[in-house]
T-cell receptor, first 116, second 115 residues
Framework: GAVVSQHPSWVICKSGTSVKIECRSLDFQATTMFWYRQFPKQSLMLMATSNEGSKATYEQGVEKDKFLINHASLTLSTLTVTSAHPEDSSFYIC????????????FGPGTRLTVL | AQSVTQLGSHVSVSEGALVLLRCNYSSSVPPYLFWYVQYPNQGLQLLLKYTSAATLVKGINGFEAEFKKSETSFHLTKPSAHMSDAAEYFCAVSLIYNQGGKLIFGQGTELSVKP
């Protein structure tokens, strides 16, 4: 149980375009989902926390208008990288949990974004 | 504020040898602590977690960790390394009490296993 999927697993796009990444909890309802960014050989950096039906909470330094997060249902959250630039190239990972009081997050397999 | 420090960005052991990956935490409240493993180009897989029950926690793949409050440590061990254990390992603390499960990760430790 507790499987989280991400789609796509990798994407290449041109500079200036937007890219949408989906995160789904396949066998449980996730009231809270988290989006992380990971640069090569580095740790995960939390970008934002999204709760179903409400606005995402962004970490300090993360541009809300550039990284749009939508958590429209208990099984789906999306991250849209708007007007992508080469510096946005990274590995994006989502995780899902049952919300406050749940002690475990389950991670998706990640999405490799390359912006040319 | 909560934080996690992993001592040693890279650890190398021989196959069959003891694995010890170090993690120290800082938390103003009793923490929830986790160890995750990441294989190349993949997401994170939960190895084990401490949630204020038994201080010695057993996880998957033969790993275990001991919570030591006096030392603020949560080191990960495995008695005998296997080639398949080569991966990146992350220790994390959860802000479960006040921020809905937000995880703070350590810097990661890359484990290499020599034949």
């Amino acid at each position: 149980g507790a499987v989280v999927s991400q789609h796509p697993s990798w994407v290449i796009c041109k500079s200036g375009t937007s890219v949408k990444i989906e995160c789904r909890s396949l066998d449980f309802q996730a009231t809270t989902m988290f989006w992380y960014r990971q640069f090569p050989k580095q740790s995960l950096m939390l970008m934002a926390t999204s709760n179903e039906g409400s606005k995402a909470t962004y970490e300090q330094g993360v541009e809300k208008d550039k990284f749009l997060i939508n958590h429209a249902s208990l099984t789906l959250s999306t991250l849209t990288v708007t007007s992508a630039h080469p510096e946005d190239s990274s590995f994006y990972i989502c995780s899902a949990g049952g919300g406050s009081g749940t002690d475990t997050q389950y991670f998706g397999p990640g999405t490799r974004l390359t912006v040319l | 504020a909560q934080s996690v420090t992993q001592l040693g960005s890279h650890v190398s052991v021989s196959e069959g040898a003891l694995v010890l990956l170090r993690c120290n935490y800082s938390s103003s409240v009793p923490p929830y602590l986790f160890w995750y493993v990441q294989y190349p180009n993949q997401g994170l897989q939960l190895l084990l977690k401490y949630t204020s029950a038994a201080t010695l926690v057993k996880g998957i793949n033969g790993f275990e960790a001991e919570f030591k409050k006096s030392e603020t440590s949560f080191h990960l061990t495995k008695p005998s390394a296997h080639m398949s254990d080569a991966a990146e390992y992350f220790c994390a603390v959860s802000l479960i009490y006040n921020q809905g499960g937000k995880l703070i990760f350590g810097q990661g430790t890359e484990l290499s296993v020599k034949p």
